[in-house]
């Protein structure tokens, strides 16, 4: 399917505005981004379907990209993941949100392909800035850096909602924490997803 583009994309790459991007926006895209969505809903500039990547932004064009609840959805990760780090700037950043994969709630959605875990975007980062656990790199050439990483603790019940900001404060004190918490707690108190930040690597 070829990308239904609703705005004068080049003039916006070229303006004097940072392009700023948000990947499956749904009809609630933020003011100021580039609403991006496979389905045709008001206020996305452009419908498109990720698995064929980015191919309407230019190399080294793009300042941020938001995302949230998209990748579980994406079949080729990996291809999307290339896109991103090819369009962001050398400095621009990716904001993420994705599923844990000890949220029950996740696996009621068919339309979810993947889980992720603490390590999951470490298969993109350089060994000498990884975790304590190292994971293999050498699956793939796309690297980036890890700015920020969040493990997020929601319920929709009130009760559970107040001991799960309890959680999420201790668990996030330190990325050591977080390793701990994954291995050997994330299914007594599960987790409801992973934010995180992350850059191109130079």
């Not at 080049?10 to 505005?17: A, D, L, M, R, T």
């Not at 969040?150 to 799960?164: A, E, G, H, T, V």
């Amino acid at each position: 399917m070829c990308a239904l583009i609703r705005i004068n994309l080049e003039q916006v790459i070229n303006g004097k505005e940072p392009v700023i991007i948000e990947l499956g926006c749904g009809p609630k895209k933020k003011d100021g981004r580039i609403g991006v969505d496979k389905v045709d809903l008001p206020n996305v500039d452009i419908v498109a379907d990720l698995e064929n990547g980015l191919p309407f932004f230019p190399d080294d064009s793009v300042v941020e990209i938001h995302f949230r609840s998209v990748f579980e959805h994406i079949e080729n990760f990996e291809n999307l993941m290339k896109e991103i780090v090819r369009v962001l700037k050398d400095n621009g950043k990716a904001h993420v949100s994705v599923p844990h994969f000890s949220n029950p709630y996740y696996y009621s959605d068919y339309t979810h392909r993947r889980f992720f875990g603490l390590y999951t975007f470490y298969y993109f980062v350089d060994a000498e800035r990884q975790l304590k656990r190292k994971v293999p790199n050498f699956y793939t050439d796309i690297r980036i850096n890890i700015i920020s990483q969040r493990l997020i603790f929601k319920s929709p019940f009130w009760f559970s909602r107040q001991i799960k900001k309890l959680l999420g404060f201790v668990f996030n004190c330190h990325r050591s924490i977080q390793e701990f918490y994954e291995e050997h707690l994330c299914y007594i108190f599960p987790c409801y997803g992973i934010e995180m930040v992350f850059t191109p690597s130079l």
